[in-house]
């Protein structure tokens, strides 16, 4: 039988992918190593453009139908066992010969899925499968998660012996479902990566007076020529498949892990002779992490001779130069100052169009994306490496707290921030959420996709706790996501009323009366009556302030119900998450959106560009100031302290307080001892200072100060969540079932919240959440003890 008879046989294409349902198979043959990766047939990588000998590419010339033939008799080989040309013979519906002795899917897919314990990994922390076949003699082969293949790109650029910088030389991708039946190594996306030093050798190549620079090189990518100083022949590459069946999965296909030329000798690092004294003992490239501190310091203005000299002590502090980073000059520097300086926000006239082009550039820094259309929202969701490495050390075991823009007048769309907490209570942004609709309302769009990137670094990765601050936001779908309890901050309504009163209302005895009734208002469920009615006795006790009443009216009134049911379902967190907060929203306002033009709020790609360049370089320089000491006569320019972190400088003698009456309290100042400042309601989310920064609207230190010693001297107010435990208790009390199984039910319902009692006692000991009172502690030990144990 020939082939032209058998490609068209239906049988023939049972347990294989048909090459004639591929689009790209001429793109395929046309790059060899593009071909699927099967037992008996190797995936050697290469491509016809580089001619580095036999064991590289293929013949340049060979014609596409031919590989296709070729292909086809390697596969009749396979499944039939004999040579193409002898006759072939069918028996029900199957081919003699055929022998199923390999299940290729349960082969590679039976693979242990390899996820070591590192940020960054390498081939020598994995352990490899070898198969048949290959260029290269036999290949090697692993699995590890998708999320994990920079990582391990990274471990392998870091190589001791031989320092490399891998590039992607070929990448492809398909969509789902455009492969009816695909192979058990048929791929989503394929990505080649060759060591930087290689495929081409140029060591032996002099160059000639009058040479035609715009020569293309014979072989490779069109862009090398100002690379050739830089190939060495290095044979080093591998391959990466995201599975089509399991796409979660990634296939590293190693196709030569020696960083050797086509002699088989070493051809840079330290095993190269000929390398040593020169840069090819090193990486090619300054690594991610330096072009990443360069770039920050350039953003934040420190200038070009600051930068290039701190790196040279800093060389000279580790003992002279040991990698390519080491030999940083004042023309890399250049070139980034350069870079900086021609970019542009404005990618593409069009606004989504320049948004897309910028989701194209910065991939791996989006977790979620979603273009803005007739029935869908736009959803952009970013986050850098330094963002991942932040939430991943400071969200664990930690808290991440929620910021939502929205309805400033610079801000077309709404913006959420998402904020891990340092050892100094700084809140640090790790992930911003940019959505034409609220954020509570696409939650459940991109929240799956941030986890998934988080725990794809960390697997034991889980926080304590998540801050909200916006009534939209389904606490449910948190908790599935994160595994942990959901916080109320009321920064948002607290800075809103005390901004509104500074407004409307010129009397500070008025002002902090008014405020102490507005946060009766969210705590009206206290003595049993509604809402409305609490609103309506706020009204009428303050009717003659009518202008506040009615700027209430307008922006309050319609959504004070969803506040109030928040308040009642969920723990209110402490006021000193709501200061570090607010710190936030201040630099926010102050750094990214009074540089936003009045006339540019319409574009989103003004926003994302300052976000990821000005605004991230900012805190990365504060942390980078912190860590390791340099800089510090820039420290007050860069550093805002938040009021937690002053307020636990200020020693508990200088705060006055008489425990009968809680009407108000005083902290002496820190700079002058001789002025006292005056806290009214203290140990309350609506407390009021008369200092100078609390008089604008700010949660001021004083305020902090006196909560956190009301919680250690356990006299500040109980929060309402605490009344509705206790409430929940004295109505089991008074209703107690008669059938004994619901009796058993309750039971255990009261057994669960005597346990989540203890839990908001643990967050209130580090001071998230507003501690209880001890008569309520009290008598919802004695109501408990009442129930019997259930083990």
């Known amino acids: ?27 395929q ?19 016809n453009d580089h001619k580095v000998g036999s064991n590289v590419g293929n013949e340049v010339g060979r014609k596409v139908d031919s590989n296709v033939r070729i292909d086809m008799a390697k596969k009749v080989r396979k499944h039939v066992g004999r040579e193409v040309g002898t006759k072939i013979e069918w028996k029900e519906g199957r081919m003699k010969g055929h022998e199923a002795k390999m299940a290729r899917m349960e082969d590679i897919l039976s693979l242990p899925v390899q996820d070591p314990p590192y940020a960054e990994f390498s081939a020598a922390h994995i352990n490899w499968v070898k198969v048949e076949g290959g260029r290269q003699g036999g290949d090697d082969i692993a699995l590890i998660p998708f999320s994990r293949v920079d990582d391990f790109v990274k471990g392998e650029s870091s190589n001791a012996e031989c320092p490399a910088s891998f590039r992607v030389e070929s990448r492809r991708k398909r969509p789902e479902g455009s492969v009816k039946k695909p192979r058990v190594d048929g791929y989503l996306e394929y990505t080649l990566y060759w060591c930087s030093y290689g495929p081409e050798d140029y060591r032996d190549i002099e160059p000639h007076i009058g040479e035609n ?10 862009s090398r020529p100002g690379r050739r100083h830089m190939m060495r022949g290095c044979l080093c590459h591998f391959t990466v498949k995201r599975l089509y069946t399991r796409p979660q999965l990634a296939l590293i296909i190693y196709n030569q892990r020696n960083h050797v030329d ?36 350039l953003h934040v203005g420190i200038s070009l001779d600051t930068i290039v000299q701190h790196h040279m002590e800093e060389v000279q502090r580790h003992g002279g130069p040991h990698s390519r980073d080491d030999f940083l000059t004042r023309n890399d520097v ?84 998402l904020l891990a907490f340092d050892p100094s209570q700084n809140a ?42 916006d009534p939209f936001l389904e606490a449910s779908v948190i ?28 009397n500070f005895d008025v002002q902090r009366e008014m405020f102490k009734h507005l946060g009766n208002i969210l705590y009206c469920t206290r003595n049993g009556s509604s809402t409305a009615e609490a609103v309506e006795d706020f009204m009428q006790i303050f009717i003659d302030q009518s202008a506040f009443i009615q700027y209430f009216k307008c922006k309050w009134l319609p959504k004070i119900e969803l506040w109030v049911n928040c308040v009642r379902t969920l723990p209110v967190a402490g006021q000193e998450l709501c200061a570090s907060i607010e710190s936030y929203h201040l630099r926010l306002k102050s750094r990214v959106l009074s540089l936003l033009p009045e006339n540019s709020y319409q574009r989103v790609d003004l926003l994302i560009h300052t976000l990821t360049t000005q605004f991230h370089s900012f805190y990365w320089f504060e942390q980078y100031i912190v860590e390791t000491g340099y800089f510090e006569n820039l420290r007050d320019r860069f550093s805002l302290i ?44 609506f407390a009021v200072c008369d200092c100078s920064w609390s008089v604008v609207g700010n949660i001021c230190k004083h305020v902090i100060k006196v909560a956190i010693f009301c919680r250690s001297r356990q006299i500040a107010r109980p929060l309402l969540s605490a009344q509705v435990y206790r409430q929940t208790l004295v109505n089991l009390l008074q209703n107690l079932p008669d059938d004994p199984l619901v009796l058993e039910h309750a039971i255990s319902h009261v057994t669960r919240l005597q346990q989540d009692i203890k839990k908001l006692e643990d967050l209130s000991n580090r001071g998230l959440l507003q501690p209880l009172s001890s008569g309520t502690s009290t008598m919802m030990a004695d109501n408990i003890q009442r129930f019997p144990r259930i083990n």
């Open 1 to 27: 039988m020939r082939i032209e008879d058998l490609e068209n046989h239906p049988m023939f294409w049972n347990d294989m992918e048909d090459p004639r349902n591929h689009n790209d198979i001429r793109k």
């Open 29 to 47: 043959s046309e790059h060899g190593g593009g071909q699927e990766y099967g037992w008996q047939q190797g995936h050697g990588g290469g491509h």
């Open 213 to 222: 620079s715009s020569i293309k090189p014979a072989s490779g990518k069109g």
């Open 262 to 297: 086509k002699t088989g000798g070493p051809c840079h690092g330290i095993l190269d002779q000929e390398a040593v004294g020169t840069r090819a003992m090193y990486a090619p490239r300054i690594s991610d992490e330096l072009r990443q501190k360069v770039m920050s310091m």
């Open 334 to 417: 250049r070139n980034m100052e350069r870079l900086i300086r021609n970019s542009s926000h404005e990618l593409h006239s069009d606004d989504m169009g320049s948004v897309k082009i910028w989701v194209q550039r910065h991939n791996k820094h989006v977790f979620r994306f979603q273009e803005n259309s007739g029935s869908e929202n736009l959803i952009l969701g970013i986050q850098t490496d330094w963002q991942l490495q932040q939430m991943i050390r400071y969200g664990h075991s930690g808290s991440i707290a929620f910021h939502s823009a929205y309805g400033s007048k610079k801000l077309k769309h709404s913006l959420c921030s």
């Open 428 to 469: 640090i942004p790790v992930a911003w959420i940019i959505s034409s609709s609220s954020p509570g309302q696409n939650i459940h769009k991109w929240m799956p996709s941030l986890v998934e990137r988080i725990r794809g670094k960390d697997t034991r990765w889980r926080p304590n706790a998540i801050i909200v601050d």
């Open 479 to 506: 908790r599935e996501a994160f595994h942990c309890r959901v916080l109320l901050c009321l920064w948002h309504v607290r800075r809103g009323w005390l901004k509104g009163l500074l407004k409307y209302c010129n």
């Open 642 to 685: 938040n009021p937690w972190y002053q307020a636990m400088h200020i020693p508990d003698i200088d705060v006055l307080i008489d425990e009968e009456n809680l009407q108000f309290a005083k902290v002496v100042s820190q700079a002058d001892s001789s002025v006292a400042y005056t806290i009214f309601n203290p140990g309350s989310e």
